[in-house]
């Protein structure tokens, strides 16, 4: 939490996980230079500026598959909730990795070309018409283009500024990022190597992003079914069922699903029950995931507080999130459809066992 | 189209300006006084500038919707198409299993093929 913008949060955690970054990034590019040419075609032997290109790609696809697998781990089993705290920064590496990727592709293959360099990368081959030998650097150019904007975007400052419907459909460009690597392997690399390993290692990652997703899709949907299938049963037209007040975990909460994308928080506090919009306003966490610490929601990713009384921040800090009404009807908590106004003051309910 | 893209960059440019010296504190009340963050936003503006003159020009909301169904959505897509873009990808290899395997001409063959060109 912050009262003003800083360029970087840093704190021990973030030092260290780039830290630890840093020193795979630089290792896998070593070890990749040290050991592709033993396991070269000898026939066709390639020049160090191309073993350096297809490194700093390789690290990309892996860093990327990474990323896109953190998300899926973590709602899985929480125990990998710390590779997401600091998963920003990851995606900015990754940034300036495929960057040099693409560096080195320009300064080899076009580096004598009469027109300018990149002029000569988007109308050396316009051969879209066709599957065999299609130009698979506009794949590679789209997910980099993409990265960038990721990356110039990935400031705290741009969620609070383009809203979180906004950012977050900004940032699910990644999604068909991912996909145009996969292509841009598949269409590119893949059409000429010999050496399986690298085909497996890109069908292994990408098959792995696939079914983590999947999974996690049908564990959250299985998770909320039961919720959900209460909710309707038991609802009129504005209040939402949310179960007996004995079957929350003491310190934890229920997440409620509303209508469209909405999800409610519905947190037990002792015998005090208190609602809250489930998105955290830092970066949108699943605040439900979390639970209470000094008398106040904590979000599981990092660590923002809001009171249960009103979703505000403890002072100094100014961040809000909204607030719903609760009630109790036949010994069964209900939440109310509206999401109060962020920070809008709200008693939280008591109930007796 | 390169001077195109010169002049949507160069509009970003003016944009970043403006937007970075002025509109930002009073957009946001965390950027009031903060300058040594600004630069970072330097890249986005340039290139979002469009989407970043909408949202100056709309009242600050708080937003707690996140598009989670398109979401849900788009990584179901992906866990479609990256086998499939995988296994398209193979087939269409000049040695993958669709190749089919070359055939030597015989030489009366080949001496034909080569009179008929």
Same mark, same amino acid.
């Given at each position: 939490?912050? +009262? ?109 070309? =009469? ?42 400052? @741009?969620?609070?500024? +383009?809203?979180?419907?906004? @950012? ?70 504005? @209040? ?60 599981? @990713? ?42 809008? =003051? ?8 | ?15 970043? /300006? ?87 001409? /015989? ?11």
């Amino acid at each position: 939490m912050s +009262l003003r913008h800083t360029p970087v949060q840093w704190n021990r955690t973030k030092l260290v996980y780039d830290a630890v970054l840093a020193v795979a990034v630089v290792g896998f590019i070593v070890v990749f230079l040290r050991l592709a040419p033993e396991f070269a075609d000898t026939t066709r032997p390639v020049d160090g500026a191309i073993q350096r290109m297809r490194a700093f790609g390789v690290c990309a696809f892996l860093m990327l598959t990474l990323i896109l697998c953190i998300g899926p781990l973590a709602r899985l089993d929480r125990r990998f909730l710390p590779l997401l705290y600091n998963r920003r920064h990851l995606g900015v590496m990754t940034c300036l990795v495929a960057l040099t990727h693409a560096v080195y592709v320009l300064n080899w293959y076009f580096a004598f070309s =009469p027109t300018p360099k990149l002029t000569a990368l988007v109308t050396a081959n316009t051969a879209y018409g066709q599957l065999l030998g299609f130009p698979f650097e506009a794949f590679g150019i789209f997910a980099l283009v993409v990265l960038v904007i990721l990356a110039a975007t990935s400031h705290d400052f @741009w969620l609070a500024f +383009l809203s979180a419907p906004v @950012w977050k459909t900004l940032h699910l460009l990644i999604y068909p990022a991912y996909a145009a690597v996969v292509a841009h392997i598949a269409l590119g690399y893949l059409q000429d190597a010999t050496n399986p390993a690298f085909a497996l290692v890109a069908g292994g990652g990408g098959l792995v992003v696939a079914g983590l997703h999947v999974a996690a899709l049908m564990t959250d949907r299985a998770r909320h079914r039961s919720n959900t299938a209460a909710a309707t049963a038991a609802s009129d037209t504005d @209040w939402v069922d949310v179960g007996p007040p004995e079957a929350i975990p003491d310190g934890r909460a229920r997440i409620v699903r509303l209508d469209g994308d909405e999800r409610v928080a519905v947190f037990r506090d002792g015998n005090r029950l208190a609602a809250v919009s489930n998105a955290c306003a830092h970066q949108n966490g699943p605040l439900g995931e979390g639970r209470i610490i000094d008398g106040c929601i904590t979000c599981p @990713w990092h660590g923002f507080q809001y009171r249960l009384e009103d979703g505000r921040s403890p002072p100094p800090f100014i961040e809000t999130i909204p607030t719903y009404r609760l009630r109790l009807a036949d010994r069964r908590v209900q939440v109310h459809r509206t999401a109060n106004p962020p920070g809008t =003051p709200e008693e939280p309910l008591t109930w007796t066992a | 189209m390169v001077l195109a893209l010169e002049v949507y960059l160069g509009a970003g440019a003016l944009v970043t /300006a403006v937007f970075l010296l002025w509109g930002i504190g009073r957009r946001d009340p965390q950027a009031r006084g903060s300058f040594a963050f600004r630069p970072l936003l330097i890249p986005g503006v340039v290139i979002l500038w469009p989407l970043v003159l909408v949202a100056w020009a709309r009242p600050a909301r708080a937003h707690h919707r996140p598009p989670l169904r398109l979401q849900e959505g788009l990584a179901l897509v992906l866990a479609v198409a990256i086998p499939v873009v995988l296994v398209t990808g193979l087939l269409v290899r000049q040695q993958g299993p669709l190749e089919r395997p070359a055939v030597l001409l /015989a030489p009366a063959d080949a001496d034909m093929e080569g009179a008929t060109r």
